[in-house]
């Protein structure tokens, strides 16, 4: 990957020796290390700039998280990455060698009421969540 540009209708465009991509993004985050973190459709795309290479991590947050689709992502002052989708709730991640961090589903410890994120915010240290409420 070569660089990143986001048109005027907000699609995503990735230039690489390969040729020129559109992404689906549904967010871009950028950690402490000027990595930038584009979750969408996809999966989770963590890529620094000025790289010509980009690791999709769509396979590991389906076997390990159940995830797959990201709706969101956030990032902590503690550099933790905090994703959010459809599938098994949220996920913390890190760059290798550890990236699944933890899970947080309706299962126990955690009993999460829904288990899809459309939205994470933070401040202060402090990530909420905002899921899907359900309607009757």
């Known amino acids: 990957m070569k660089q990143l540009f986001k048109d005027s209708q907000g ?3 990735l230039s690489s020796s390969e040729g020129v991509y559109r992404v ?5 985050a950028e950690d402490n290390e000027g990595v930038f973190w584009i979750s969408g459709r996809m ?3 963590q890529w620094k700039p000025g790289d010509t290479e980009y690791f999709l991590y769509k ?3 389906k076997q390990d998280a159940d995830m797959d689709y990201i709706y969101d ?3 902590d002052d503690s550099g933790f ?3 959010g989708g459809a599938g098994e ?4 991640v890190t760059s290798e060698p550890d990236f699944l961090l933890d899970t ?9 009421s829904n288990e899809m994120i459309l939205g994470i915010y933070g401040e202060g240290g402090v990530c909420g969540l905002v899921p899907i409420m359900a309607c009757y």
Not at 24 to 28: F, K
Request: proline content about 3%; hydrophobic content about 60%; charged content about 10%.
């Open 104 to 112: 947080f589903t309706a299962a126990s410890p955690y009993s999460m």
């Open 43 to 45: 999966g989770l795309i």
């Open 89 to 92: 709730g949220l996920a913390i």
């Open 73 to 75: 992502i956030e990032i």
């Open 11 to 13: 699609r995503i465009w």
């Open 59 to 61: 396979e590991q947050l």
């Open 81 to 83: 990455i905090w994703v």
């Open 24 to 28: 689906y993004a549904t967010n871009i």
